[in-house]
């Protein structure tokens, strides 16, 4: 059965991982791999979620089945961090989720719910976008295509060129939209872009699908989801897959939620009766977990704001870097202009360097990132920034 199969080629970034750790340099820099790190490199556990932990192991009682949907506590939060408490939506009954192991999981169960409402939809998604949405999406039975988005010779937003390619996509169709953050570019919508596509999505008809992997990463948890607020509040129908790893710290834990907002509270349980069975036919159950974690710390006033501070520690940490970036590549006559990455937001953004540069830095000086020149900027700290910048200006 299996002898026909053929090898295929790593993941580049798991790769690119096995020779960063295979690398005795001392002074060896990771900028491939898009987990937040703090000043000494360390991927390390939020307090907020330590505390939360230890009273889950205390008053833990029973380790049965949560059910496909998750925890009713943990889907309500969620929502309300997602849309806000107020939101219209949330008010009128017509959004209904699930817990996800993680924001792979939501992707590939809202896909794969896609699939049953409308067989073979076409999915627009931008370019460049995180490669892993293709196979999520794709492998779920969608049709991909692509929309103008970032252009790497000015590092900038391709926006009239998306606006052209997206005045084509009618109903039916769904448009793939990064609610902030986005990876791989850091290159956000503004407020005004976001109200011109949530009005071109209720005219023409498309169903927006907004994945939200990393709220609170750029300028705070209520204006990173802004713009996914006013498609709720301006459209019918949408798709939200949201992740827990990046705000919450917890990657291993793998937890997401899949939400969909309907245009009443009639077919949103008729919709979720589908989504539930989609869940169903998966995994089965999700793991729970990380999302008591998650649930424990949203519903303790106290928790929560400590896990607030935190998680404005490591935005204003990223943000911090992204100046001293900018600044250190100028002191070191690095030639071009780099002020784009001040204003780009989240953990990535493109250097703008080719392919062949990548790999003299990472031949010559032991720095790891992918052939884009996409760069994970937690992987910088102030021990190793004037290294890396010195490293850059000698390859342009």
């Keep these: 059965m299996f002898?026909?199969?053929?090898?295929?080629?790593?993941?580049p970034i798991l790769g690119l991982l096995a020779s960063y750790r295979a690398d005795e340099n001392p002074h060896k820099i990771d900028l491939g791999v898009g987990v937040y790190k703090d000043?000494?490199?360390?991927?390390?556990?939020?307090?907020?979620?330590?505390?939360?932990?230890?009273?889950?192991?205390?008053?833990?009682?029973?380790?049965?089945?949560?059910?496909?949907?998750?925890?009713?506590?943990?889907?309500?939060?969620?929502?309300?961090?997602?849309?806000?408490?107020?939101?219209?939506?949330?008010?009128?009954?017509?959004?209904?989720?699930?817990?996800?192991?993680?924001?792979?999981?939501a992707l590939r169960v809202l896909a794969e719910f896609v699939n049953r409402a409308e067989p073979g939809a076409t999915?627009?998604?931008?370019?460049?976008?995180?490669?892993?949405?293709?196979?999520?999406?794709g492998n779920a039975g969608l049709q991909i295509k692509t929309y103008p988005y970032y252009d790497r010779a000015s590092s900038s937003l391709r926006f009239e060129a998306m606006v052209e390619a997206l005045s084509e996509v009618g109903r039916g169709d769904l448009v793939l939209l990064h609610a902030c953050c986005h990876n791989p570019c850091g290159a956000d919508l503004?407020?005004?872009?976001?109200?011109?596509?949530?009005q071109m999505a209720q005219k023409q008809g498309f169903t927006p699908f907004i994945d939200m992997a990393y709220q609170g990463f750029g300028?705070?948890?209520?204006?990173?989801?802004?713009?996914?607020?006013?498609?709720?509040?301006?459209v019918d129908e949408m798709l939200v897959a949201a992740s827990c790893s990046k705000n919450f710290g917890l990657y291993r834990e793998r937890v997401g939620l899949a939400m969909v907002v309907?245009?009443?509270?009639?077919?949103?349980?008729?919709?979720?009766?589908?989504?539930?069975?989609?869940?169903?036919?998966?995994?089965?159950m999700p793991p729970s977990?990380?999302?008591?974690?998650?649930?424990?710390i949203l519903s303790d006033a106290g928790l929560r704001a400590n896990w607030e501070e935190e998680l404005t520690e490591m935005r204003e940490r990223i943000n911090g870097l992204r100046l001293g970036l900018v600044e250190n590549l100028a002191a070191a006559g690095a030639s071009g202009d780099f002020s784009f990455i001040q204003r780009q937001k989240g953990m990535f953004s493109f250097l703008g360097i080719t392919?062949?540069?990548?790999?003299?830095?990472?031949?010559?000086y032991s720095i790891y990132m992918v052939d884009s020149s996409r760069i994970s900027i937690a992987g910088l700290s102030q021990s190793n920034m004037e290294y890396f910048c010195r490293a850059v200006a000698s390859i342009l």
């Design 190 to 198: 503004s407020r005004d872009q976001w109200r011109q596509l949530a």
């Design 355 to 364: 392919p062949e540069q990548v790999q003299r830095l990472q031949q010559e």
């Design 123 to 137: 999915i627009w998604v931008s370019d460049p976008t995180w490669a892993n949405h293709v196979p999520l999406l």
């Design 39 to 105: 000043e000494s490199g360390h991927t390390g556990v939020l307090q907020a979620v330590k505390e939360a932990e230890t009273r889950l192991l205390q008053s833990e009682e029973t380790k049965a089945y949560i059910g496909p949907a998750g925890t009713v506590g943990f889907n309500r939060a969620m929502q309300e961090l997602i849309l806000g408490a107020d939101h219209p939506a949330l008010a009128a009954n017509r959004v209904r989720s699930a817990q996800t192991p993680g924001g792979c999981g």
């Design 3 to 11: 002898k026909h199969l053929s090898s295929l080629s790593p993941d």
């Design 219 to 234: 300028e705070g948890l209520a204006d990173d989801a802004w713009g996914l607020r006013l498609m709720a509040e301006s």
């Design 289 to 296: 977990h990380g999302a008591a974690i998650v649930e424990s």
């Design 262 to 284: 309907y245009g009443d509270a009639a077919s949103a349980d008729r919709g979720q009766s589908q989504l539930l069975n989609v869940v169903r036919g998966n995994y089965s």
